[in-house]
């Protein structure tokens, strides 16, 4: 049983193209977070939400806590975004961490 | 840069030893979290210590202990270990202990069991 879905597995785009990545989970959450690894391995946090709508640069993070579904979306894709992106939950009762497959993302030139 | 540093970085051994993996969260971070990915099972939560006490629980398996120092240092020792635990092990650490909070993850160790 998988907590969290993601779509879609695998994307590859056109530079400049927007991007959206889904995350869909089965559990009352207390946050949600994105994460991104790159092929070196390392992992960065990029969004942590609990309600509402996050905006960095060229991402934006959407959750709507009703339907228990979030969206990472990029605007304007560039290949330094190629990474794979990982949606993580906590629930809301107890202290677990429920992660996505992840989404491998691939932006060419 | 995210101030959490992990060593070793690379850790090769054989079936049957026991390895310590370490962690010195932010300045500042009072909780730390370990993380194990692997190729077939991607990232699984194991443990989190928050001011030196555990916080909470994940897959850990009974093989695998974990301990948080006065210092916020954390360590996991793996012993027995078996080919399946080879895996890239990270640490992340966090402000408070509150669900709710942002993590700041170190490069990760990858360990491989031969």
């Known amino acids: 049983k998988n907590e969290v879905e993601q779509s879609p597995q695998n994307l590859t785009a056109q530079e400049g193209e927007f991007i959206t990545i889904n995350c869909s989970y089965s559990?009352?959450?207390?946050?949600l977070h994105w994460l991104q690894q790159h092929p070196g391995g390392g992992i960065v946090s990029l969004f942590m939400?609990?309600?509402g709508k996050k905006k960095h640069g060229r991402l934006i993070a959407t959750i709507n806590i009703q339907e228990k579904h979030s969206s990472l979306h990029i605007t304007a894709s560039h290949p330094r975004d190629s990474a794979v992106y990982i949606c993580?939950?906590?629930?809301?009762?107890?202290?677990?961490?429920?992660f996505g497959t992840g989404t491998s993302l691939t932006v060419i030139p | 840069d995210s101030g959490v540093t992990q060593t070793p970085k690379h850790l090769i051994t054989a079936t049957g030893q026991r390895v310590t993996l370490r962690c010195s969260p932010r300045?500042?971070?009072?909780?730390v979290y370990w993380y194990q990915q692997s190729l077939d099972q991607g990232l699984q939560f194991l443990i989190q210590?928050?001011?030196?006490?555990?916080?909470a629980k994940g897959n850990i398996l009974e093989r695998f202990s974990a301990q948080q120092f006065p210092d916020l240092h954390s360590e996991l020792n793996l012993s027995s270990l078996e080919l399946g635990d080879s895996a890239l092990y990270f640490c992340?650490?966090?402000?408070?202990?509150?669900?709710?909070?942002?993590?700041?993850f170190g490069s990760g160790t990858q360990l491989s069991v031969l």
């Open positions: 992340a650490s966090s402000v408070g202990r509150v669900t709710n909070e942002k993590l700041f």
């Open positions: 993580a939950v906590r629930p809301d009762t107890g202290n677990q961490f429920y």
């Open positions: 210590y928050y001011n030196g006490e555990e916080r």
């Open positions: 300045s500042g971070d009072l909780s």
């Open positions: 939400l609990s309600s």
């Open positions: 559990v009352g959450i207390s946050a």
